[in-house]
């Protein structure tokens, strides 16, 4: 079997979880013993009508490590057709001949949706706006799982700008999949987590809270998802980026009040919302979760291209 | 036999047109088989002073399916010593230390053979200003053949900006050299295709001529040519960018009208002078120019670096 | 043994020195013998944070002759994650995941350093501000090398904005760990050679002396290192601008009264400070610093990744 495309983290069931994490795993034996060469004569094309670099080299360095090449995009919106008129349609049609897989990260939501309808060839969702982030989502319950091995009866508090955060959207449609996962959303209360999610959590009952002191709720989950605010999202409200900025930090206290085998993630870039003396704490698993994302992304690259066993 | 630069439409003759469109054919049959490795340790450098990144992922999708590799600059205008005040002949001179093959772009015409004055390794213009674009003109014409297989005796109807469009006057002067061929222009008058083609047709006993009714006509040619309204080229003449706009569309009516094998092309991007609710007729072809645009390139790349047979 | 970083000229002793010209030599016939794939499986990241095309393609280029891959970001400071907030620290320690070296450059003289303290991969250097760019001097210095074979005893002068000039600096330092050199600084005295290169020649007994006559120097020194008056480094000094531009030309005159076996060598881009018509006079060695440039890079490279023999 192959994979169509990823466009968003509810299309992967539990099972077909396990088959991505088991992947995965083989991938970081892969990339340790110094890569492969399976995908060596596939393309895979970057296309960032946003920028975020972070994202592109992960996938790009994925792809390379199974032995693929690239070419890239970095800012589609303002150098490439999208700029003459150009529709989305036209544009996934037309890199389609160029490539055997598109890297698609939009600035609007629904975008990956779009480019899925009319592509011929597998699409990943890198991120469109306020959307989804799936392979984020899936690299962080990887980092997850593998600190515990069973995600059944976690608690995992999100932390920060519940609103616009992207990566909490999606993980929070994967933690849905589990039995007995709890939630807890905390943010000031002008940037919280969206009617949909809730929804989305009661109908699977999943239960959740809110809160908005991370301080009490640290000692007592096994997860904490810090987020950064992020300023480029609230650039009409500057009151809320100053009173949000600061509300949260984690610093050594918080991390040793944190239960012995908890762990603490963050999606990255931080800015100084985990102070960096945390840095080397073994709770702290957000450079893993990095490391992780190339091992998901030439998971999800091998089981789009190549195919996988079920 | 090696090519030594891809500059402009007129190098090619009739016997080399055949080679390269039987180098195309071939690679047509590598790139569906999986790609090749003929060019492995060749390097290609995309030298692009104006973005355009449908051309430039173009010639590195076609450069990476013959195992070559690409260094790139998207920016060179603004980036690159250019902006220091470099010439582009120091330019050339210092890339070919870095490079094989160079793949230019420029925002101003004629800068193609500058380059290729100075150059000691081969340079393939990839659209210089208002000038030419070469590749286009290559696989449009390549694009014509397969439909017709003999291009003696076409109709051809050009359509849009003709007083801007790099592409119709690559192509004018690739028609000029078959017989029987006939050429009308279809542009508003303040848009007409420029003297000096008009006056190559003339020598070359090409006859043209000139209307600015589309739907008169689209049942009397073999092949539409629809270009763009360019904005870009239009900004000092706004007014005429609005009358030039929405004054030409195909659409399902239009296409009807059109002879049975008579095909519809347009170089792309669109942005609404074709209606997609055409793009599933089988006259219109502009989704196979763009593959073979890969074909073409892949074609020129070989013949520049390893050779061909006459 | 491997190299762990390159950071400033001044870390390579003289045995270091000639280890790095052995290995470009040899870098020099695998360059021309086609290419090696020596570093089959590595990545290279270049991460720049001020565009520098040419340096970024020079060392793409040696990346690939090896047969290693490159993931790459032209345009760091703006795209990147630290537009939004992001340490240098952070990107290090995620780039690093993603890649088995990295190649940075950066506005910021001193963020070499800082990036080589955390990174657990092997950093270069690839210019930060106005501190040091070493790969530039050890391709001077090699080149210097070619011509004479042995550098001690060598007067060289360097002319031009030397304040602002990295590659002057870089070089300073290098030439200072060779006997009975002597340095010529040539410049506007409101452009002159910083006090911590002339302390450091004090401190190891190199001779050096200022002069604003570059046509009295020319025929007494062995090699003339011209560097361009950078406009914009004197952005806000735009009348200092003006005066140095145009006060050291090279022109023929100038390359005639040079001795017999001199050299004239430049970092480029060039503006107007060496007259084209120069460039084919044997003691033009600048083209050939391009060249050099390469093979420098690809033995770092090698050196950094596999190892070398001391």
């Not at 004569?41 to 693929?68: D, K, Q």
């Not at 515990?148 to 993980?171: C, H, P, Q, W, Y």
């Not at 009040?257 to 870039?269: A, E, G, N, Q, T």
């Amino acid at each position: 079997m192959k994979l169509d495309h990823v466009i968003e983290a509810q299309q992967f069931d539990r099972d077909l979880l396990e088959v991505v994490f088991n992947e995965a795993n083989e991938m970081e034996k892969i990339a340790y013993s110094g890569g492969s060469d399976i995908l060596k004569h596939a393309i895979m094309a970057t296309v960032f009508y946003e920028p975020s670099t972070r994202t592109r080299l992960s996938f790009e360095s994925a792809m390379i490590r199974l032995g693929g090449r690239v070419i890239s995009t970095e800012n589609a919106r303002e150098f490439s057709s999208a700029a003459k008129g150009e529709s989305i349609q036209d544009t996934i049609r037309t890199i389609q001949s160029y490539a055997d897989i598109i890297v698609l990260r939009h600035y609007q939501s629904g975008t990956a949706k779009l480019a899925e309808k009319i592509a011929q060839i597998p699409i990943i969702n890198a991120g469109d706006g306020a959307g989804q982030h799936p392979t984020q989502a899936l690299l962080d319950l990887y980092t997850i799982k593998e600190s515990f091995i069973k995600i059944d009866g976690l608690s995992v508090a999100m932390v920060g700008d519940l609103e616009n955060g992207r990566t909490v959207r999606s993980l929070a449609y994967l933690l849905a999949k589990y039995s007995d996962v709890k939630i807890v959303f905390i943010s000031p209360d002008f940037l919280r987590m969206k009617d949909d999610i809730k929804q989305h959590l009661d109908k699977h009952e999943i239960p959740w809270e809110e809160c908005d002191d991370l301080r009490e709720i640290a000692p007592q989950v096994d997860v904490i998802y810090m987020t950064r605010i992020q300023r480029e999202r609230l650039i009409e409200r500057p009151g809320d980026y100053e009173k949000a900025r600061g509300k949260y930090i984690v610093n050594r206290a918080v991390v040793d009040s944190m239960k012995d085998k908890s762990i603490l993630l963050h999606p990255f870039p931080r800015v100084d919302e985990i102070s960096p003396d945390v840095d080397v704490d073994p709770k702290a698993l957000y450079f893993s979760q990095i490391q992780n994302g190339i091992f998901i992304r030439m998971a999800l690259l091998k089981m789009c291209l190549i195919g996988y066993q079920h």
